[in-house]
Structures are given as C-alpha cells and as structure tokens.
C-alpha cells in the first residue's frame, strides 16, 4: 500500500468516516486512496470553502473529526476563511493539505507556495511527513492534535512522493497506531466555590456561556443558577451549537452592538463568564469600548474556553441551587403571520412550521436577529453559527451538518451576501441528495454594512446609500442559481408562500431552495 | 480627512485610477473614501478571489497597479490563491486589507487572524501603519514596493482606527508624496555577448522566453535570433502576457507534461532562458525528471525573472542576427469546421470568428491545448494566462483586463471545473456591463486530472473513473447560471452554433457566456 492509502487507512481505522476533498493532481493518489478505502466517505467540494466548512458543520453535529483533502497553497487559502470559522467553533479537524515533494519544491515550480505558513496562522500544529514509513504515526498524531480539548485545526501536510511511495499502517513500532483524547480539564473546585459565593452575595450577575454549554446539560445548569439567584444568563454572540426549543430552557445570545450589550449588562456586578471570553465589542468604533463588562463590574472566568465548561456549571449549581429544577419553554409556536415577508415575520413563519428534530444554521447576520426568540418554542432543534465571523459559512455548515446526521432535517438560513462565497454547497448538496432546505433571506444589499454605517458615525464622506453594500443592480436570481446546481427552487414573497415551500421542501428528500424576498433596510 | 481618504487620494495622486473591493466592517471608511475620491473608481466582487484576480488582470493590460480592498484575515485567505497566480505574473498590487484597531486586536476578537503571516506567504513586502499622520507615506512605500520590477504584491493592512482618524496627503515632512519607480535592471554586456557566443558556435538550442518578452518587441527579437541561428524559440508554459496573431512571430508554449517538454528539447545542447526559470516539470511523477533540461545541454540565463528581458533579447538579437528581419505569421484563419463541437474543433471556430484587437483569457486546461496554434493567424490579440497554475482565475482576470481596455472585446475561455471557484465575476461583469464573452469549454469533469491518472502510472488502487474527477451528476448548468447573475446566456454543442453565438455576444454590449459542450475524456 503506498503512503495515501496508509494515511486514509489509519485514519478509517482510529474512526475517521468522512473525507471532504477538492483535489489537484498532488493529491491524485489520496484519491485513489479513498476508493480503496470504502469505510471512508468521500464528498466533493468544488470549492475549499465548502470542503473546509462541512468538515466543521460535520464535526459540531458528529461530536468527531472529518478529514479534509485540499490542492497546495492556493487551496489552503480558497480554504482559510472556513477553517477560521471552525477554529472559533472549536471544531476538530483533520486538515489534509497536499504538496509537491520536496525534490520539486526546491525547484520553486509555479504552484510553491508556503503552505506550513498559511496553516500556522489557524494557532494549530502542522505536520509533514518525510516519508511513506512516517505517515501512519503522523496521521494518529495529527488525529490526536485535533482533539486535543477543546478541538483544532491540525493540518497534515502530504507531498505527493510520501503519498505515492510504500507505506503501512503501523507506528514507529510497528503497532497499528491509534489515539486517545486527551480528556477535558476540570475547573477546580475552589474557583466554582468562589463563584458561588459571588453569587451567595446577591448582587447583580450575570452569566455568559459559550461552547459545550449550549448543550442541554449547559443550559439546565445555566437555568437552575438563574432560578435560583437571579442572574441574568446570555448565550455568547455566535454559538458552534445550540440545543433550542420547547422543553428547553432558552436564553438570550449577546447582541452585535456594543449599545445592546451594555443595556443587556446593565447594573450588573458580576460577570460570570463560562466556555467564552468576557464580554467584547465584535467590531470597534470611535468612541465606544472595547471591553463590555461594565464599569465597576467584576469579570470571573468559571470555565476558560477548553475547560470542561458543562461540568462546572452543574457543579456550581449543585452548589447555589441545590434540588431547584430547570426551567424549560413550553411548547408554543408563533400565530402564523399573513401578507408580505418582512425582516418581523419572516421568524414566526419558521417558529409556525419548524419541524421536529431539524438542524438549523443561521447565517443570516442583520436580518435574523428575530429568529432565535421565535424559536424558543418550536419543536426541539439545534442551531449552528458562524462563530469567527466571516462570511460564507452557512451552506458549507449545512452540508457537513446532513452528511452527520442524515435522518434529521436541515435548515439553512442564509443572508444574500454571505450565500455567494460558497454558492457551490448546493451542487454538493444535490450530488450527495442531502435533506438540506436552503433559505436565502433575500434583501439585495450588504444590510448589516448599511447598519454599521450609522454605528461608525456619519460624515461628509458617508454616503447613505453606497454602491459598494447594494446587491441589486443586477438582482441576483437565487432560484436560478439554485437549479443550476440541480437543487429545485422556489421564491416566497409572502408569509404564506413561505411556509407552504418550506412544507414541501422539508417533506421531500433531497435539496432545496427558497428565496425569500424581503425588504432593503431603508 | 480621514486616514481612508488620505490613503484613496495618496493612491489616486500617484495614478492609480481603479480599486477592485469586497469590504466589510473594518474597511468601510474605505468605502466612504471611495465616493469622496471620484478619480478611484470602485468595482464590488462579491467573492474575493474576484477582487484579486481583477487586479491581476488590470495590471496586465494597464501596465499599473489597481488596489484592492479585502476584510481582514478570511478576506484575504478567500483572495490568496488569485494573488499567487498575480505574484507568478510578476503582477503589481496594492493589496489594501483592513483590520481591526490595535486596541481591539489584543481582546482577540472573533474575526482577529494573523493578517501579516498569511500576507508575508505572497513574498512581497507587508506594511501596517501606525497612525493616519503616516498613512499617506505608507500608502506611497507600497505603490513603490509593488513596482519593484518586475512587479509584486505589496501589502498595506489598514486599521480600522487608522481608516478613521484625521490624516493628511503628505509624506513625513509634509510633502504630497510621489513614486518612482525604479528602472528594470539591464543585463551586463558581457553576459549578452557570451551567450552570442554560444549562438554562433552552431550546435542545437533553444530560447525559452517569458514574462515581458511575450510582447511583440521581444517576440520580434525572437524570431530574428531563430531565423540567423536556428535555435528553436519556447514561449513559457504559463504566460502573463502574450501579443499573438497575423503580423507577430509566434512560438509554442511549454508543454505541461515532463516528456512534451522532452520531446521539445531534444537534441538541443543549449537551454537560453529569458525572464523564466529553465524548464522544470509543473507537476512531479514517480520516475520521472524535475529539470527537463536535456541530459548533457547547458543552461544559460540571458535574463533573470526581473531583469530587463526584452532588451537583452533585442541586444542578443543586434548581435547574431544583425539585419535579420524578425519572420512573421501572415493572416490565416481556420476553415470553419462543421458538426458537433470537439477539443479538437472549438479552436478552429476561435480561429475563423476572432475579432479584431480581442484580449483572449486561457484557462482552458486540458481542453484548450489547441487554441494557441489555431488563432497564430488569427486577427491580432492580447493572451492572458494564470501563470501560478492555481485555478479559479479566467473570469476574474478578464473582469480587471476589460477595465482597463474598455474598448477591445475580451474572450474567457474557462474550463468547468476552473469556473466554479469565481463564478460571482458573472455577477460584476454584469454591474459594470463589461465587454467580456465567457466561453465555458464544458467537458463535465475535472478532465485534467483523468489525463494526470495516466501520468501518475496505475496500479490497484486506481480506478480510471473516480467520482471525485466526475462534475456531472448533477449536470451544472452554465446557462442557468449566468441568467442568474444577470449575464445573457446561450449554449453551443456544434461549431456553427459556437460561431453564431460568438459572432452575436461579441457584437452585442455587455458580457455574455457561451456554455460550449465538448465530450468528456474517455
């Protein structure tokens, strides 16, 4: 067996199923690999951004990694912007990069790029293997990289002669290698201890959880301490996975806005942060901090992000609200709106006709700011954001969240602007039949860049209206793009279109889009 | 003014006319410059490998650079693998990446990425500035660094502090800055006059010439070397530029294939390179040689990549080839072919349609190996390549070369799998009703890979037909596609209705896409 085949069998063997791939010719022989290693599942991406981001939506619903096989530099790069998104999700990756062998890379041939640079500006471990003997303990290695708590972006770097030479599934010792996760460090007792005593001392507090505490467990931990002294409990701003709707306890995320998460902080002593970094502005402006604990409130760290998040608030709210029960939503759905779809009613559409047990991935930035509330609710579901911010994640995610769990609906709300990055998602949506509803929330402009207009301040040089954040001019057809890649489409203007083509899409299998026309923001 | 503006009117100051953006948050100072500075025009992708590929190709056919304007870390991993393929082209850029204020970086926000780490991987310089005071001498350092012959990526990241504080158009002693650039370095005499030498001694060479020398001048000096010498003149493989058709010398390009370029040396005892590496393989296969210079034939570098190429092979030529004409191809179209399109018929119809002053975009791969022999007797035009290799640069190459040539017709010949990787250039083609005809060469897979298979040599674990090489299943619609963004489409299956089509979109304003449906490799 030759050095693809011995990363791809090592990998199958220590439970890698998945392998997402847009490769070149210096991964030719990985692919080759993936034939002959039928436990592993190969989906092809026609873009990085697509690979990259269903290897994260893939590992958020699937609780392991995917592997991802990309050509060179250049893709790594096409690559980046989803792997920084998965990196702020926590995702584990097993990042593949092909590369050209080291005897041609001296040559600096066209496509040389510095791919080891590229990959260490994602904070994780590279590896390279030397040779074909190597690659099998590399893989497990990288494997365990990726796992390493709370989950990142390992990348394996394979040039071709290491992929094309002898190899064999076996470490230095000639054993056939295989991983342990390393488990995820405990809070110590004595600082849950200090927080409860913060939270004993009944002022002002609030907590804000973030990571694995978006869970079930996080949450009816986060509600029994809410119960039981007061505190204020917010989600982070873009949460890898949330557990969502009735029977389940719900709670607000922080808002976008420094303003709106001032107000939501407002006269708050404590800021108890878990699984999340305190409380910041996403982006900065003249004049307003960066910083959004308020003035004079104490920030404590109840869990730093990679600690067992989830653990410790159990354990302290065994400790502050002993024999005190969650407090779940009840079952409620909105009134199902009528007339023309707007930035309001488009979410009481989704809260009327969510089914049970759906994935739901919101990338809608400006115009779904309405959509978590109205699900709180809904039947029980999960919702999974773009957690670094940047755009075109959301399609990808869909893809990576279906392959995951194929049995379960998924729903992608998608703004306009974002969906163009990664539009061929639904081409791999359609070949792989993915039970993928992809709603494009249609309002023909950057609308969250006219918003932050306003927020930087206003002036002679601001136009209100400039070319560059209108989508229109031409509009784009999202239903023609739709069936272009083989995915049947349709466009709502209407409530009550809405929700019949998202009956019947979510009632067929396979993919589908709706465009959603809603209004400009003026 | 702010620091956004100082920098647009700093950039516009010194001539650049055209800045290519897809801005978000951090830039959109930058934004507002743009309409307060009406000599900069602004040109919105809606992807950023669009955005960088435009500048490439502007640079091409304006001889300057354009600017870009990128979001952060992700905007420029989305846009790395066109700025590979512009770094190859030996392209200048003013690379524009906005970011977040120093402040702000040190929370390490969720959009915080290692900007300098990824920008640094293109080699050219990296610059941040510190304050807007400095802003107009920082913005004047790049434009300078990006004309370094023979032309780089210059980088400039931009805070969005320093995008919004005060600042001024002057250098630090209060100066409106100005450029120079510095002059190509000339070839020492006595390295020319070696390699006359060489020339004269009679035995078998060959001139591979690339970079500047693809424009007629040195094409011209070429042909006169060729015609008192005899030595067999190569065109690179890949070429940033090329002057072809009826009245210019014309020389084949390269091979891809290690045993095409072989084949094309053999027999030769002297390699000339001019402005390009000696030949090397573009991909490594196991037994099969790197350097593709003969066994036993010298290497001699009449001009290093940056040097000035065309002179020393104008000053070559005015020694061994003193009052030799240069021998150009007389006009000669294809006879238009007839029946169902082929990758052998399809240039044929390019041949018998070209018009007139075309720029001709080739990122045909492995379908358009016949394209440069058919149009040497076409009408005059302009060839531009993606000289990295990297795929995915055809449709945004031609955005930038119609800008800066508004009035010639452009020609995309894109291969499928190419085009994918930007189709929203379709969409700003459309916005800025661009004269550009995209002809899809449809093959339905990633054929060059099915060729790569053969080279890679077979065994077991090689099937002939992956399904990752397959883009079929579904069929993508080209058509459809360009509708989508506004583009009018239309798709040919014969050689008469590729003519026709060509002959209405090229007559027509606007951009259009021919989606040409040609057989898959077997």
Redesign the interface.
């Known amino acids: 067996?030759?050095g693809a085949?011995s990363l791809l069998r090592t990998l199958a063997g220590a439970g890698i199923e998945v392998c997402f791939?847009n490769?070149?010719?210096?991964e030719?022989?990985l692919?080759?690999?993936?034939?002959?290693v039928p436990q592993m599942r190969?989906v092809?991406g026609?873009?990085e951004?697509v690979v990259t981001g269903a290897a994260d939506g893939y590992a958020r619903m699937a609780g392991k990694p995917a592997a991802t096989v990309l050509h060179?530099?250049?893709?790594l790069?096409?690559?980046?912007?989803n792997l920084?998104?998965a990196r702020?999700a926590n995702s584990p990756i097993v990042n593949i990069v092909g590369d050209?062998?080291t005897?041609?890379k001296s040559?600096?041939?066209?496509?040389e790029?510095?791919i080891e640079?590229?990959a260490?500006?994602l904070r994780g471990p590279v590896r390279r293997p030397e040779n074909a003997a190597g690659v099998s303990q590399d893989a497990i290695s990288t494997l365990a990289d990726a796992l390493e708590p709370p989950g990142q972006i390992a990348t394996l770097i394979m040039p071709?002669?290491v992929s094309?030479s002898d190899g064999v599934v076996a470490d230095g010792n000639g054993n056939q290698p295989s991983v342990v996760a390393r488990p995820t460090p405990a809070v110590k007792p004595a600082v849950i201890e200090r927080i409860a005593e913060v939270l004993r001392g009944g002022e002002e507090a609030a907590l804000v959880i973030g990571g694995p505490a978006g869970r079930a467990a996080g949450l009816c931990a986060a509600s029994r301490i809410a119960a039981a002294t007061g505190a204020r409990v917010f989600l982070e701003?873009?949460s890898s996975r949330v557990e969502h709707g009735a029977g389940l306890p719900s709670f607000p995320h922080l808002g976008f806005y420094p303003d709106q998460v001032l107000h939501q902080l407002d006269g708050v002593r404590h800021v108890i942060v878990a699984g999340t970094?305190a409380p910041?502005?996403?982006?900065?402006y003249?004049d307003k901090p960066?910083?959004l604990v308020p003035d004079g409130a104490q920030t404590h760290v109840l869990a730093e992000v990679g600690q067992d998040t989830t653990g410790a608030l159990t354990a302290l709210a065994d400790l502050v609200a002993s024999g005190r029960e969650p407090e779940p939503i009840g079952p409620s759905r909105s009134a199902m709106p009528a007339g023309p779809l707007t930035v309001e009613t488009w979410p009481a559409v989704i809260s009327a006709v969510l089914p049970e047990d759906a994935i739901v991935v919101d990338e809608t930035i400006s115009s779904g700011t309405g959509l978590h509330a109205a699900t709180a609710g809904a039947p029980r579901h999960d919702v999974l954001q773009a957690?670094?911010?940047?755009?075109?994640d959301g399609m990808p995610l869909a893809v990576g969240a279906a392959i995951a769990a194929p049995h379960r609906p998924v729903i992608a709300f998608e703004a306009d602007?974002c969906a163009?990055?990664t539009?061929?998602a639904l081409?791999t949506q359609?070949?792989e039949r993915l039970n993928i509803t992809n709603v494009i929330l249609n309002n023909r402009s950057y609308a969250?860049?006219r918003e932050?207009?306003q927020h930087?301040g206003t002036?002679?040089?601001?136009?209100h209206t400039?070319?560059?954040?209108d989508?229109g001019?031409?509009?784009?057809?999202?239903?023609?793009?739709a069936?272009?890649?083989?995915v049947p489409g349709s466009r709502a203007t209407t409530a009550e279109e809405l929700a019949d083509q998202l009956n019947r899409a979510i009632s067929e299998p396979g993919p589908h889009l709706i465009e959603a026309v809603i209004p400009p923001i003026a």
């Open positions: 067996m030759n085949e791939a490769p070149g010719t210096t030719l022989k692919v080759g690999a993936l034939d002959a190969a092809l026609l873009f951004g060179l530099g250049p893709g790069g096409h690559g980046l912007s920084h998104n702020r050209h062998p005897h041609h040559y600096d041939p066209p496509l790029s510095d640079t590229v260490r500006s071709a002669d094309w701003l873009y970094p910041m502005a996403f982006f900065a003249p960066i910083c957690c670094g911010g940047a755009m075109g602007g163009i990055y539009l061929s081409w359609a070949r969250t860049l932050e207009w930087l002036d002679a040089s601001d136009p400039n070319t560059l954040l989508l001019n031409p509009d784009i057809d999202f239903v023609g793009l069936r272009a890649f083989g």
